[in-house]
Each structure stands twice: as C-alpha cells, then as structure tokens.
C-alpha cells in the first residue's frame, strides 16, 4: 500500500512537471525588454522560440534557438510517453503483467521522465546564458533583454519531473526488495515443510530400542551356567 501511494504520488509529480514544461513552448515571453518613451507610453518587447521581432527566415536562426527548439520538442516527447508508461506500470492500474514486468515499466516511466526534465532544464539554462551573456557584455550594441516568465516555468517543470522520475525508480527497488524477501520466506517454508513430511514418512521402518529385559536375562543365564 505504500508503494502504491508513492508512485502515485510520483505520477502526480511527473504529470505537473510535463504539463508546465508544454506550457512554456507556446509562451510568449522568454526574453522581455522594456523601453521607456514619454509619460505615458512604454514599449515591450518580448521573444520566444518560435517568434521574433527579426525573423529572416529559419535557416538564418542563431543555433542555439534551433538546439532549444530539439531540446524542448524531446521533453514533451518524451514526458508523453513517460506518462502512457505509467499508467501500465503503476500497481493501482489492471494492465501490464506480473509485478516484476509493472516494476521494469515503472522503472522505464521513471527514466523517460528523468530524460525529460534535463532536456527541459538544458535548454532553459542555455536560453538563458545567451541572455544573461548578451545583457552583461558592454560591447553588445543591440537591444538587451531580461529573463522572462516561461524560463522559471520551464525550470519548475523540470525539477519536478527529474524529482518525480527519480522517486519511480526507487519504487521499483522498492518493489524488488519486497519481492525477493516474499519469495525467500516462501522458499523457506517451503523447505521446513518437506522435511517435516520426511521425518513422518509413514513408509519410512522405525527402529525399536532393544529389549533391555531380555538382554538381561540372557546375560544371567550365561552367567550362570
């Protein structure tokens, strides 16, 4: 019952932690600037992975935007798939086998979800280099931005799939221990068992103590004679 409660807690982690990684693709603002005018008027700037103010064409992208773009595609791949697993592999569900097969799958979910969260996290801190080493560097002439709100999102999302993926893995051995102790108590028994049917084996002849009253008789009339 422990077990149980603990993937599902797991699955809970997990779950959360992939949906605010999905969040933070369609969000706008990844790097945000703000220009002061007059009183009244402020302009915001604002990009993300898929728009820009100066958008050539895709070809013409910096490369670390194209390695972000992989990195965030493969988290949610990867979280999507982490999650059908555990919907096979958790001990609350009626799918997936005996216990040991659940146990691999859960420890396979566990992995997916681990995968996911560093590749979020990855291009998260990768994003955010290039802003932070744009905004500090004095011989950067453009527009400098800040870090913006889907990076602290995105980060979030990360720590708790990575958190989550490691908490099914250790269920699994978890499960394992418990099952290795349930099969050597049985094993035990098992064999106490037959050798207590041995020692009453009614086939088996029985020796009976010799007559100690006829030994003593015989010996008298030796001694006698």
Known sequence: MGNMATEIVAFLLTISGWILISSTLPTDYWKVSSVDGTVITTATFWSNLWKTCDFPSML???AYIQVCRGLMISAVCLGFFGAILALVGMKCTKIGGSETTKARITCLCGLHFI???ICSMTACSLYAHRITSEFFDPLFVKQKFELGAALF???AGSVLSI???LIFCFSMTEGFSISNS?????????TQTKITKMGRNPETPQKHPPDQRFSGRQFGRNAYV
């Open 163 to 165: 958190l989550g993926g």
């Open 60 to 62: 013409a992208l910096d």
């Open 153 to 155: 999102i995105g980060w």
């Open 115 to 117: 995968l996911s969260g």
């Open 182 to 190: 349930y099969n050597g108590t049985t094993s035990f028994i098992s």
